[in-house]
């Protein structure tokens, strides 16, 4: 039966060598990717969905296992939080809309902070009724991190 074992939760996920980015301890790309296509198309059915998109100059094993511990630390257990490669980090915020996002991204800012050698760059996009697949929200978040990446670093949003 379903209740005579405890539920495993995402620090068993996260470990298994399958799904999780050696370099910085948190969810590797396949991860958020198995994820994020699923918890899609529960957006379109009315549950908010926010992605936070960060790109760092870090590129060190060291930088990265600090930078992956403070995402973790400053997310919430139902946030997903994953490594894509090339100082390049995502939340997948299932519940929360842009504003949750905002405050996602304000405290990752707070958190990392003196740590990169350069500037940070924060894009945030939230899904919309009009994306029909999981590459809209992707692209949507891509383009508000190019504007952030373009002013020379800070956050950016829709609106």
């Not at 405890?6 to 370099?23: C, F, K, Y």
Request: some cysteine; aromatic content about 6%; proline content about 4%.
């Amino acid at each position: 039966m379903l209740g005579e074992r405890p539920m495993l939760g995402r620090e068993h996920a996260i470990g298994h060598p399958v799904l999780t980015d050696a370099s910085t301890g948190l969810a590797n790309r396949l991860h958020f990717e198995l994820v994020f296509s699923y918890v899609f198309h529960g957006a379109g059915r009315g549950v908010p969905l926010t992605l936070v998109l960060a790109a760092t100059s870090v590129t060190d094993l060291g930088g990265l296992r600090v930078l992956g511990e403070k995402f973790q630390s400053c997310t919430r257990a139902s946030d997903l939080v994953a490594y894509l490669g090339e100082g390049r980090f995502i939340l997948l915020l299932f519940g929360s809309n842009t504003s949750g996002g905002r405050v996602a991204a304000d405290r990752i800012e707070t958190a990392i902070h003196g740590l990169t050698p350069g500037p940070v760059s924060i894009g945030i996009a939230s899904y919309t009724a009009d994306m029909k697949e999981s590459a809209d929200l992707l692209e949507a978040v891509d383009r508000m991190l190019r504007v952030a990446e373009a002013a020379g670093g800070g956050i950016e949003m829709p609106g």
